[in-house]
């Protein structure tokens, strides 16, 4: 099986010319396979079945690989098992008939619409800071908004008069999100209060709405420590980070009984599938209430 993996990887380089950076991850995931595959590995390919790359699969969730991880070894393994076909060594690829993984993907954490209250009214607003943390916090559950949006949103894309901000995603691709009255008022504030005491004369950020108190653009890892430390002092489970929230707005939205294709332009996701994520954590929610308040339960 050595040779047969180093002839694949050998193909990947030349006639295919993927990075040696791809290359690598595919052979690890090979090896990691023939070393899961143990005495196995020496009988014929053609006698593997699908309960050999399933429980491969599955092996690795269990010592904690992450979805990504495991999606990438499914990858590995149908493309080495395509190769061995195309080049005549195997009559029937196996790997091929197996879908993604996308059951095992780990469901986001969210709050509830309690513990979003208590995580929005921990700063501080008799301070500047805290002002400022308010209107963040507000503004990212408010519209679902990811930390590099936030950290990159202009003065420029609020349009609060007509109750709505223009967001620039993945891909700069641009999309249109409602904003509550509540929350864009918090924002005003900080623009009325805190900002323009901030930005004195450096005009280098003067357009990124949110500031550090030098005047500069704030970067994703403080909004990260921001956010960490607000949640703990709320007294909420240490694992809360800004993408919290977004899950947290998709989710709630759901609930409510938002379509799921107005969450997904929302959001800004290309593929609903992504979005389709909330649906299992919605079904989620309902079993635990379900088995909380049933009498039959």
């Not at 623009?191 to 004369?201: K, N, Y």
Request: proline share 4%; charged share 25%; hydrophobic share 40%.
């Amino acid at each position: 099986m050595e040779s047969l993996i180093q002839s694949f990887l050998d193909s990947l380089l030349v006639e295919r010319g993927l990075s040696q950076e791809t290359a690598n991850a595919y052979s690890a995931d090979l090896q990691a396979f023939k070393k899961w595959l143990g005495p196995k590995v020496s009988i014929s390919l053609e006698r593997l079945d699908r309960r050999d790359f399933t429980g491969f699969l599955i092996d690795g969730k269990a010592n904690g690989l992450k979805p990504a991880t495991l999606a990438r070894r499914l990858v590995a393994l149908k493309m080495f098992f395509r190769f061995l076909q195309q080049e005549g060594l195997l009559e029937q690829n196996l790997a091929e008939t197996m879908d993604s993984p996308h059951l095992w993907r780990q469901l986001p954490e969210i709050l509830s619409p309690a513990d979003v209250e208590r995580l929005l009214k921990q700063p501080d607003v008799k301070t500047e800071r805290g002002i400022r943390d308010r209107a963040m916090l507000e503004l990212m559950y408010a519209c679902g908004l990811r930390v590099s949006e936030l950290v990159n949103l202009t003065i420029s894309q609020l349009h609060f008069t007509e109750g709505y901000i223009r967001v620039r995603g993945k891909g700069s691709k641009e999309r249109l999100v409602p904003i509550a009255r509540a929350s864009a008022k918090r924002v005003d504030m900080y623009l009325d209060r805190v900002r323009p005491v901030w930005s004195g004369e450096d005009t280098s950020s003067s357009g990124f709405l949110f500031l550090s108190v030098n005047g500069r653009q704030l970067t994703r890892a403080r909004i990260w420590q921001l956010i960490r430390e607000l949640a703990r002092d709320a007294g909420l489970p240490s694992h809360v980070h800004p993408h919290t929230l977004r899950h947290s707005f998709a989710s709630h939205l759901l609930s409510a009984g938002a379509p799921l294709r107005t969450i997904q332009e929302m959001l800004g996701h290309a593929d609903i599938s992504t979005t389709q994520i909330y649906t299992h954590v919605d079904a989620r929610r309902l079993r635990e209430v379900h088995q909380s308040f049933h009498p039959r339960a």
